[in-house]
């Protein structure tokens, strides 16, 4: 690189820092408990939830995860964070509801996973609560929408929440925050390639 090239970058990157350190000098809010739906057909919802889990960690942040949907799998992710310090795991679902076969019992694990979850919404030490596949329960009306909506933006100010699931609803998206849809631009799945250890779960 020419010295020339050297100093019209420095100007072009001196410029964009200009702009980007007066985008962040316009937020005033320092500190807020959000709500965050990860949605979409694509893959990565849940994943991109348990990130957020093991940066929380790295805060020393108290974290709770409810799962609706994924009581039949036995999952990396759970097997390696249920027992780690600071995390309240439940995994109150049954399986997917193609599975079970069985509304009324789906329906009540629904409930009880809810139940646990508002639970954990008022235990002032949690401050991340991820809420995986609610966004199922709340398609198949296992949960009553505004319910939960009302819930929601009800919670303590300084927890978040995330819920995670394909189909969210547009009343959940209006309320929350901050939300991600999955893009499916191209899936391994498709290709016949199953669920796999470490990958899917």
């Given at each position: 690189?020419?010295?020339a090239?050297a100093?019209?970058?420095?100007l072009?990157?001196a410029?964009?820092?200009a702009?980007?350190?007066?985008?962040?000098?316009?937020?005033?809010?320092?500190?807020?408990g959000?709500?965050?739906?990860?949605?979409?057909?694509?893959?990565?919802k849940?994943?991109?939830?348990?990130?957020?889990v093991?940066?929380?960690?790295?805060?020393?942040?108290?974290?709770g995860?409810?799962?609706f949907?994924?009581?039949?799998?036995?999952?990396?992710e759970?097997?390696?964070?249920?027992?780690?310090?600071?995390?309240?795991?439940?995994?109150?679902?049954?399986?997917?509801?193609?599975?079970?076969q069985?509304?009324?019992?789906?329906?009540?694990a629904?409930?009880?996973a809810?139940?646990?979850?508002?639970?954990?919404?008022?235990?002032?030490?949690v401050?991340?609560l991820?809420?995986?596949?609610?966004?199922?329960?709340?398609?198949?009306?296992?949960l009553?929408?505004?319910?939960?909506?009302?819930?929601l933006?009800?919670?303590?100010a300084?927890?978040?929440?995330?819920?995670?699931?394909?189909?969210?609803?547009?009343?959940?998206i209006?309320?929350?925050d901050c939300?991600?849809?999955?893009?499916?631009?191209k899936?391994h799945f498709?290709a016949?390639?199953?669920?796999?250890?470490?990958i899917?779960y």
């Amino acid at each position: 690189m020419s010295d020339a090239d050297a100093e019209r970058h420095r100007l072009k990157m001196a410029k964009r820092k200009a702009v980007q350190d007066a985008e962040v000098a316009s937020k005033t809010i320092t500190e807020k408990g959000l709500l965050i739906v990860n949605t979409g057909p694509g893959k990565g919802k849940s994943t991109a939830a348990f990130g957020l889990v093991v940066r929380a960690l790295g805060h020393c942040w108290k974290v709770g995860v409810v799962q609706f949907g994924k009581g039949g799998w036995e999952s990396g992710e759970r097997r390696i964070l249920e027992g780690f310090p600071g995390v309240s795991w439940h995994t109150l679902g049954e399986g997917f509801t193609w599975e079970t076969q069985d509304r009324a019992r789906d329906v009540a694990a629904a409930q009880a996973a809810w139940a646990k979850a508002t639970a954990l919404m008022d235990d002032p030490a949690v401050r991340l609560l991820i809420l995986d596949e609610l966004n199922i329960a709340l398609r198949y009306e296992h949960l009553p929408l505004l319910e939960v909506v009302d819930r929601l933006k009800a919670r303590r100010a300084d927890l978040t929440v995330v819920v995670t699931g394909r189909n969210a609803k547009a009343e959940l998206i209006e309320a929350a925050d901050c939300v991600t849809e999955m893009v499916a631009t191209k899936h391994h799945f498709a290709a016949g390639v199953k669920a796999q250890p470490g990958i899917e779960y």
